[in-house]
């Protein structure tokens, strides 16, 4: 007799459909109650059954020396039955499984299905886990650890909304390693690889936080600068390309690049503004290279930065909201906070009063961070892990503050960056926007109508 079946009529095609599928599937028949016969997944994980469906529900649920009795089991099996338990069983080899047992008519039979429930918690963990993965791979450049072209586009028109809406400068800086071609070809392409690598970490040692440097194509980067007009730009564009030269890059030599600037001006896209900084970055190529090139186009200065960040205040607009009341509330809390620092910082007030203030914007950051990080592991948003290390730089930041406040050291226009772009635009007004589509996923629990 083949094992797993035994001598009644089950057709050939419904035995070899139950063996097939990697459930435990059982039929029982309906008539006595006796087991038909199983697939190879109930076989591997409870033996080849025998006897009657009660007497196997009883074997499986033996009673631990601690209690008597078995679990409940499903009403006596006839043609009507369609229940669903779930119990504790014990698979051939002794270990305690969670299980849910269905049982469903089929014809004149029972169709037992058995899911493992056990490790429920880990695949739930598993799979956030393989989700973020893809997240993270879908934004990261896998040779530099830079972001992708589609991400550095994607926070690019984040950026733009929010000069069109704020009138904050954004600029942004192409930036092409010179005769690379060559590179491959003298020393090969995993040289070539390294180059790319150490290119990137060199980028990324001059630019601050809330810059966004993107991988953009072959030995092009793009890097994207909130908060900053066109002469800051080309400032920075000068710094890293000094970074670049200020020592060889082992084993090739020397290295140079060449770099093109553009600040975004208001009625343009995102394709028009970067080919702008594209012919900026030809014209530096054309003209020698190892050069930085600026399109001349500019609505901002230095000067004129300073002085609107002097008289800058914070405004809440509903539109500024996610849609999470406790979020919301705390991000409302949070530009009052900042604004209570401005007016403070305006009006010369005492070190002592100021700091004092710090350090309750400290804590009501602390706790923000904390409970914005709770709900969005909640929502399994596959970006939580980038958010929660975005928050502990601000948090480092803070601290920084913090420290030099107390100790009296604390230059204003410092605060007022961390407050103004770090905190508010590029993080409550940036970073947080992004999971506002998990916000609206997330299923709405109704309020009760109970009286106060």
Not at 166 to 188: C, E
Not at 328 to 348: K, W
Not at 420 to 425: H, K, P, Q, R
Not at 430 to 448: K, M, T
């Amino acid at each position: 007799m083949p094992q797993g079946f035994s001598p009644f009529p089950v057709t050939l095609d419904c035995a070899a459909i139950l063996e097939r599928l990697p459930i435990a599937l059982a039929l029982v028949d309906a008539d006595n109650g006796h087991f038909i016969t199983a697939n190879e997944a109930f076989r591997e994980s409870f033996g080849n059954p025998r006897d009657s469906f009660t007497h196997w529900w009883q074997a499986v649920h033996r009673p631990s020396s601690s209690a008597s009795g078995t679990a409940s089991a499903p009403t006596a099996p006839d043609s009507s039955t369609r229940e669903s338990i779930e119990s504790d069983m014990y698979g051939i080899d002794g270990s305690p499984r969670h299980m849910r047992t269905q049982v469903r008519p089929y014809g004149n039979y029972l169709l037992i299905c058995l899911t493992d429930l056990t490790d429920s918690d880990n695949r739930q963990d598993l799979l956030r886990q393989a989700l973020a993965e893809m997240e993270t791979r879908s934004i990261t450049d896998p040779l530099t650890g830079l972001l992708t072209r589609r991400r550095l586009e994607e926070a690019s028109l984040s950026e733009m909304h929010r000069f069109r809406r704020f009138g904050h400068p954004i600029s942004l800086i192409i930036a092409d390693i010179d005769h690379f071609k060559l590179i491959n070809d003298s020393f090969g392409h995993p040289v070539g690889d390294e180059v790319l690598v150490e290119f990137a970490v060199r980028l990324a040692s001059e630019c601050r936080d809330l810059d966004v440097i993107g991988r953009y194509g072959g030995e092009e980067f793009v890097i994207l600068l909130p908060s900053t007009p066109l002469a800051g730009a080309f400032t920075l564009a000068n710094k890293l390309r000094s970074a670049i030269n200020q020592a060889p890059f082992d084993p090739v030599g020397p290295v140079s690049a060449s770099f093109g600037v553009a600040e975004c001006i208001a009625g343009e896209d995102w394709n028009t503004w970067m080919t702008r900084a594209d012919k900026a970055l030809y014209r530096a190529k054309s003209s020698g290279r190892n050069r930085v090139v600026a399109a001349p186009e500019s609505a901002f200065d230095e000067r004129d930065i300073k002085h609107r960040n002097r008289l800058d205040r914070l405004t809440w607009e509903d539109g500024h909201c996610v849609g999470d009341p406790v979020i919301d509330a705390q991000h409302h809390h949070l530009f009052e906070l900042a604004n209570r620092l401005l007016n403070q910082i305006r009006e010369a007030s005492p070190p002592a009063d100021l700091h004092a203030t710090i350090r309750t914007l400290v804590q009501a950051t602390s706790r923000h961070f904390r409970d914005e990080e709770a709900i969005l592991k909640a929502l399994d948003y596959p970006r939580c892990d980038q958010h929660a290390k975005s928050h502990r730089i601000l948090s480092a930041k803070l601290d920084a503050l913090s420290s030099q406040s107390a100790l009296g050291t604390l230059p204003t226009s410092k605060l007022i960056e961390f407050l103004a772009y770090d905190l508010v635009d590029h993080h409550a007004l940036g970073a947080d926007r992004d999971y506002i589509p998990w916000l609206r996923r997330a299923p709405r629990v109704e309020e009760s109508g109970a009286p106060d």
